[in-house]
């Protein structure tokens, strides 16, 4: 996980040293043009971008620790970037876009708007087939840093040392692997851009197209509920199928006092699956207590037990995701279900759209969906300008939000959040690094 981040001349000016907060969240704030944003953008193009990207920032040089001491630095100086004293000529733009034609599919053509040729064996291929194709050659590409792969091509082509080009690689592999997953969850988080598939290596630009992120939530969740679901058969199956041997060899019972303890366990947890209508018809059938069942009693409800740790996941972050909510719309409500994911519902109990809810409204929904479902574990989260939308009383409700979360996730979440509100600070600024007074001290 990253630990420490410093930062020479941003815009040619400011020094910055970011230590990361061990309790998860780290607040940077400051004035305009100081550089939140554009610290987080670093952050996230260490791990997701290559050499090239990184370069492209207005910075001197960087200085990226791990928790397990490893460390990146880069420096620049003109047309040349260091990265761990490997020197590099950052290209002009012309020769990364030759170089992508290399490397893409050169021996793939579109012939019409829905058909591929592939010359290798001349047969007509599908956009899906040429999507496949292009995931495998990604992944059989030893080298994907644009910066590395053009040096070896070049020590290759010269008959010079392609030593310390492989060791870097392999350097950045190993340190982009140990910083974890990174998620950056930006300032515009509304409406999300992409490529129209149609368009694709067809027409001589590509055409973007907008999509509103709030419509795409309830369908999300149903795919999560369902893809638990599919899990729940699958254990239950598996246990059916060796009920009767385990049953014929069991010698342990259960006590009257233990059965009733478990059997409270089993309504409790039922009751709550499907309060969010995970499931049709999920009733365990329950009998009286009687010594000579115990040992049938023991297998069968720790089976039952077994097959509902199931939901224990997915329904501990909807409980969460929808007391979070819930708490900040007013005259409304949203509902989960198995068959609709998400809907949300009036006073009256009427359905309301989500894209009608009000900017504000959306932002709450898409927020806490981002933080609640979208978030893996082990995983560092950059959330830009949080309050976005947002009411002063969701900004102050906001820090507390996110230690439940952190606390869902068992600690294993970091964040770095950069704000201009107060409000989102709340009484949190211990967590804080305030460019302006960190500009101050220089």
């Given at each position: 996980?990253?630990?420490?981040?410093?930062?020479?001349?941003?815009?040619?000016?400011?020094?910055?040293?970011?230590?990361l907060?061990?309790?998860?969240?780290?607040?940077?704030?400051?004035?305009?043009?100081?550089?939140?944003?554009?610290?987080?953008?670093?952050?996230?193009?260490?791990?997701?971008?290559?050499?090239?990207?990184?370069?492209?920032?207005?910075?001197?040089?960087?200085?990226?620790?791990?928790?397990?001491?490893?460390?990146?630095?880069?420096?620049?100086n003109?047309?040349?970037?260091?990265?761990?004293?490997?020197?590099?000529?950052?290209?002009?733009?012309?020769?990364?876009e030759?170089?992508?034609?290399?490397?893409?599919?050169p021996?793939?053509?579109?012939?019409?708007?829905?058909?591929?040729?592939?010359?290798?064996?001349?047969?007509?291929?599908?956009?899906?087939?040429?999507?496949?194709?292009?995931?495998r050659?990604?992944?059989?590409?030893?080298?994907?840093?644009?910066?590395?792969?053009?040096?070896?091509?070049?020590?290759?082509?010269?008959?010079?040392?392609?030593?310390?080009?492989?060791?870097l690689?392999?350097?950045?592999?190993?340190?982009?692997k140990?910083?974890?997953t990174i998620?950056?969850?930006?300032?515009?988080?509304?409406?999300?851009?992409?490529?129209?598939?149609?368009?694709?290596?067809?027409?001589?630009?590509?055409?973007?197209i907008?999509i509103?992120?709030?419509?795409?939530?309830p369908?999300?969740?149903?795919?999560e509920?369902?893809?638990v679901?599919?899990?729940?058969?699958?254990?239950?199956?598996?246990?059916?199928?060796?009920?009767?041997?385990?049953?014929?060899?069991?010698?342990e019972?259960?006590?009257?006092?233990?059965?009733?303890e478990?059997l409270?366990?089993?309504?409790?947890?039922?009751?709550?699956?499907?309060?969010?209508?995970?499931?049709n018809?999920?009733?365990?059938?329950?009998?009286?207590?009687?010594?000579?069942?115990?040992?049938?009693?023991?297998?069968?409800?720790?089976?039952?037990?077994?097959?509902?740790?199931?939901?224990?996941?997915?329904?501990?972050?909807?409980?969460?995701?929808?007391e979070?909510?819930?708490?900040?719309?007013n005259?409304?409500?949203?509902?989960?279900?198995?068959?609709?994911?998400?809907?949300?519902?009036?006073?009256?109990?009427?359905?309301?759209?989500?894209?009608?809810?009000?900017?504000?409204?959306?932002?709450?929904?898409?927020?806490?969906?981002?933080?609640?479902?979208?978030?893996?574990?082990?995983?560092?989260?950059?959330?830009?300008?949080?309050?976005?939308?947002?009411?002063?009383?969701?900004?102050?409700?906001?820090?507390?939000?996110?230690?439940?979360?952190?606390?869902?996730?068992?600690?294993?979440?970091?964040?770095?959040?950069?704000?201009?509100?107060?409000?989102?600070i709340?009484?949190?600024?211990?967590?804080?690094?305030?460019?302006?007074?960190?500009?101050?001290?220089?």
């Amino acid at each position: 996980m990253l630990k420490e981040l410093r930062i020479n001349k941003l815009f040619g000016q400011f020094n910055y040293n970011i230590k990361l907060n061990e309790t998860g969240i780290t607040i940077i704030t400051g004035p305009n043009g100081f550089g939140k944003s554009t610290i987080l953008k670093i952050v996230e193009a260490i791990v997701e971008k290559d050499l090239y990207e990184i370069s492209q920032f207005p910075f001197i040089s960087l200085e990226a620790k791990l928790t397990n001491k490893l460390t990146l630095k880069i420096e620049k100086n003109k047309d040349q970037i260091f990265v761990n004293n490997v020197s590099f000529k950052i290209p002009n733009k012309r020769v990364l876009e030759n170089l992508e034609k290399r490397k893409d599919l050169p021996f793939i053509e579109r012939i019409s708007p829905k058909d591929y040729i592939d010359l290798r064996n001349n047969k007509i291929i599908s956009y899906e087939e040429v999507r496949d194709i292009r995931v495998r050659y990604e992944r059989e590409r030893e080298i994907t840093d644009r910066l590395i792969y053009l040096s070896l091509d070049t020590a290759k082509r010269n008959k010079e040392s392609q030593a310390m080009y492989k060791d870097l690689n392999n350097f950045l592999i190993k340190f982009k692997k140990e910083i974890g997953t990174i998620k950056f969850i930006k300032e515009q988080r509304l409406l999300r851009k992409e490529i129209d598939e149609d368009e694709f290596n067809y027409y001589p630009h590509k055409r973007e197209i907008a999509i509103e992120v709030i419509n795409e939530i309830p369908k999300k969740i149903k795919d999560e509920i369902q893809n638990v679901v599919l899990k729940y058969s699958e254990v239950s199956s598996q246990l059916d199928s060796t009920f009767p041997k385990r049953l014929f060899n069991t010698k342990e019972g259960i006590s009257q006092r233990d059965y009733l303890e478990s059997l409270g366990d089993v309504i409790n947890k039922q009751e709550k699956i499907q309060s969010y209508k995970l499931l049709n018809d999920l009733k365990y059938s329950s009998t009286e207590y009687t010594e000579s069942y115990s040992q049938a009693l023991y297998v069968y409800l720790k089976d039952t037990k077994q097959k509902l740790e199931v939901f224990d996941d997915i329904v501990a972050r909807l409980d969460l995701f929808t007391e979070i909510v819930n708490k900040k719309l007013n005259y409304k409500k949203v509902v989960i279900s198995n068959e609709h994911g998400l809907i949300v519902l009036k006073e009256d109990n009427s359905e309301l759209e989500t894209s009608k809810l009000s900017s504000g409204e959306q932002q709450i929904i898409v927020l806490y969906y981002e933080l609640i479902f979208g978030v893996k574990d082990k995983l560092m989260l950059l959330i830009d300008e949080p309050e976005i939308s947002l009411h002063v009383a969701w900004q102050r409700e906001l820090m507390q939000d996110l230690h439940k979360i952190i606390n869902l996730k068992n600690g294993n979440l970091n964040l770095l959040i950069s704000t201009h509100a107060p409000q989102v600070i709340d009484n949190n600024w211990n967590l804080v690094i305030d460019l302006g007074e960190e500009y101050a001290k220089q």
